[in-house]
């Protein structure tokens, strides 16, 4: 009976895309709702970029099942079918003005499907790459002023979807992506070698490459960086700019120093002499290039604080402007959160979608995909589901044993402490305990004094640096107090990490 | 009606061009938009509701569907309120002219701003019904509902099912309700017609081959005897209706003593 309402039509004028959803009522929505939504939608005032782009329709049906009478341009495609109320806040009584939006946007400039899809494995883009905007604006913005760019943001922060966006905007931007994982890169030879395959020959399959790189690896040997010269030099020569997005650089700079080998050890100083060779070479190369060639760096540490650690020249990335992917906060996370249930046309009541956001604030994209994963999962058995069956699930199958594969990313992050490793862990494990509350900085550092058996002070501010670069841990505004950054985090490292 | 008439009520209310006064009209019926798919909601889920109560141990057949006007345009269109304002004012000055005694009954003049009070279909749809009968039993409902319901009260119904002559005048048999809608912070009055499936054939007829032309003034160059024949069908149609109501008690009567 759900069959009167509005269809909405979001026209992307420069495609002749449309995306449709029918917004229908059910007679006991609060009052007004209908009114400040369709309303809302018709009112929309568009960002300035979206304004030549979209076209906005909002028109009444008085029976849904002869919609395609009225509207034959809606025959095969897809319409999300749902209550006029979903766009509607009752706490504040409006039009839900950001998820709305925010569809807009993965229609008119993702080119993509009205909500997100949730990609929880595989790296987002278009318009299951949610938000994020402001980052990628700021990035452009350092790239188009010839500045070269370190994206910091630890593993499942939605980093490598953010480079994945900037490489598909590179043409539109005059620039020639090319993109690299660092973290397979095991010596410098091997990554003269692997950008050479990718300037030269773009167009080859993966395994044309692979074999392609390995050739030149075996010619270049010692004279890398004479070869690696040459190669910039091409470059410069050539008529495009590139702009190279590098993910995982620090990962890269751990082979090179060979840390897997010294597994915590000392590092050798011919490793780390290799090392530093490097990092001021691959700063010379960038120096030289600027205006042609353009960087973008991604680690998932941060890299500053690791040359120094490292003793590796503290100036190699300096000219790089830091870009820091931040968490989503509450208003992103419930839009997010939102947007993927209607994505999937499932209705929650205000009080498990208030749940859902206060578990998931800060937001971090991938917990916010593990948890609305098994949301869905919930849903199907129970589509009345509570927020006790909501948390029953959050423990039993998120945050407790049968969860640790979504964590282990994080614990692999967590080895490369190498020695400072007890310590943090002891940490962790007592900040854990310290809920949302967080503990003063003088206790953590005897907590870390205790367990790692170091007494210096500079240790121990590297350590909470890191935890804070790392993301693990914030610092509570106003205060000398540390707590987890994300809940989920934090109830998953109580439960298992003892 | 003619421009200048037109023109001196505009002027009299303060419009300087037609133009504007649709604005203002466009204005203060732009909530009906989203009243009248919440009212059409109710009365389309009550007939559904209604219609499971009627075939309650019963065989199943087309009873009765609550339907829209063409294009979903549930609310008149700001032109034609314009244009029924207009012309009430007009009648209203006509009947004016007429020598006290001789006067009929005073014409609903609608008020250029309130008119949203006076006006009873701004917001309109129809229920047509298979049999006679079928409108009868949604028009009971539709009196116990407008009693019971909170957010709605019975202004009127007009019968010209069983108008007998002469009072009864040309046009389509059916049960006109007009309810108000209390829900809204300002009471919004709506229009129901109840008819048959023959009537509303008929009606659709008569919109295009001469209620369109009556409306446009060019009503006069359709011949008398044309107009005649045009009415004459509803009142087949209206004989046809009795018919089918006749052979559906009389087979249904069969039937029930043959399954004894």
Redesign the interface.
């Known amino acids: 009976m759900n069959n009167i309402g509005h269809l909405i039509t979001v026209n992307d004028i420069s495609t002749g895309k449309k995306e449709f959803l029918f917004l229908y009522i059910t007679g006991d929505e609060p009052e007004g709702a209908y009114k400040y939504v369709i309303q809302g939608i018709r009112n929309l005032r568009l960002p300035v970029e979206m304004r030549s782009m979209a076209e906005i329709q909002a028109d009444p049906v008085t029976d849904f099942s002869r919609v395609e009478r009225e509207h034959p341009d809606i025959i095969g495609r897809r319409i999300y079918k749902l209550p006029v109320s979903s766009f509607f806040d009752e706490g504040k009584s409006s039009f839900q003005r950001k998820l709305f939006l925010s569809g807009v946007r993965n229609v008119i400039e993702k080119k993509g499907a009205f909500f997100p899809t949730n990609r929880l494995t595989a790296v987002a883009t278009g318009s299951d790459f949610f938000d994020r905007e402001d980052i990628i604006k700021k990035i452009w913005n350092h790239i188009e002023g010839d500045q070269n760019v370190l994206l910091i943001g630890p593993r499942r922060y939605g980093k490598t979807s953010i480079m994945r966006e900037i490489e598909n905007g590179a043409i539109e931007h005059e620039f020639r992506p090319v993109l690299i994982d660092l973290e397979s890169i095991f010596t410098p030879q091997e990554f003269v070698a692997r950008i050479w395959v990718e300037v030269e020959w773009p167009d080859k399959t993966e395994q044309e490459k692979d074999e392609k790189a390995q050739e030149i690896e075996e010619k270049v040997v010692d004279r890398w960086f004479v070869q690696g010269e040459d190669l910039f030099n091409k470059i410069l020569k050539k008529k495009d700019k590139v702009l190279f997005v590098l993910d995982e650089c620090p990962y890269m700079l751990d082979s090179f120093l060979g840390k897997e080998k010294a597994d915590g050890g000392e590092i050798s100083s011919s490793h780390r002499e290799n090392t530093d060779r490097f990092v001021k070479w691959f700063r010379e190369q960038r120096d030289r290039t600027k205006g042609r060639c353009a960087f973008l760096l991604a680690g998932s540490i941060n890299l500053k604080p690791y040359l120094k650690d490292n003793k590796l020249d503290k100036d190699s990335f300096s000219e790089c402007k830091e870009v820091r992917v931040d968490f989503f906060d509450s208003k992103t996370v419930k839009t997010y959160i939102q947007s993927l249930l209607l994505g999937q046309e499932i209705l929650l009541s205000d009080e498990v979608i208030q749940e859902l956001v206060r578990l998931n604030t800060p937001g971090i994209p991938y917990f916010i995909q593990v948890v609305m994963n098994h949301v869905v999962f919930l849903y199907r058995g129970n589509p009345n589901f509570s927020v006790n069956d909501l948390m029953e699930m959050y423990h039993k199958k998120i945050t407790g044993p049968e969860g640790r594969r979504f964590f282990d990313t994080f614990e692999r992050h967590f080895k490369r402490y190498g020695s400072r490793k007890p310590g943090a862990f002891e940490m962790l494990k007592e900040l854990s305990d310290a809920d949302e509350k967080g503990l003063e900085r003088q206790k953590i550092e005897k907590i870390y004094t205790a367990s790692s058996g170091s007494v210096s002070k500079s240790e121990f501010d590297i350590i909470l640096r890191y935890l804070q670069y790392d993301f693990y841990i914030e610092k509570i505004k106003g205060t000398e107090k540390y707590r987890f950054s994300s809940p989920i985090l934090r109830d998953y490292w109580q439960k298992n990490q003892r | 009606m003619d421009k200048r008439k037109e023109k001196k009520y505009l002027s009299e209310w303060g419009f300087k061009s037609r133009s504007k006064y649709e604005k203002f009209i466009k204005g203060t019926i732009e909530?009906l938009?989203?009243i009248?798919?919440?009212v059409?909601?109710?009365f389309?889920?009550k007939v559904?509701e209604w219609e499971q109560d009627f075939f309650k141990d019963k065989g199943e057949r087309f009873f009765a569907e609550t339907?829209?006007p063409p294009?979903?345009k549930?609310v008149k269109s700001p032109e034609r309120v314009i244009e029924k304002i207009l012309e009430s004012w007009k009648d209203y000055d006509q009947w004016k002219a007429i020598p006290k005694g001789q006067r009929g009954q005073e014409p609903i003049r609608h008020d250029h701003k309130d008119f949203i009070h006076t006006m009873n279909d701004l917001i309109r749809?129809r229920v047509v019904c298979n049999y006679l009968d079928d409108v009868k039993y949604i028009g009971k409902k539709f009196w116990n509902f407008a009693k019971k319901c909170k957010g709605i009260e019975l202004v009127d119904c007009i019968d010209s099912i069983e108008t007998p002559y002469p009072e009864r005048r040309a046009g389509h048999r059916a049960l006109q309700f007009i309810f108000k809608y209390l829900s809204n912070k300002d009471p919004i009055r709506f229009e129901v017609q109840v008819m048959t499936q023959l009537q509303h054939a008929w009606d659709k007829k008569d919109h295009h081959l001469i209620y369109e032309y009556v409306r446009i003034k060019k009503g006069d160059k359709i011949p008398v005897h044309l107009k005649n024949r045009m009415a004459a069908m509803s009142e087949v149609l209206y004989v046809a209706d009795n018919v089918f109501d006749s052979l559906l008690t009389e087979i249904t009567k069969i039937m029930e003593k043959n399954r004894i």
């Open positions: 909530d938009e989203f009248a798919p919440q059409f909601k109710i389309k889920d559904i339907i829209s294009n979903e549930l749809f």
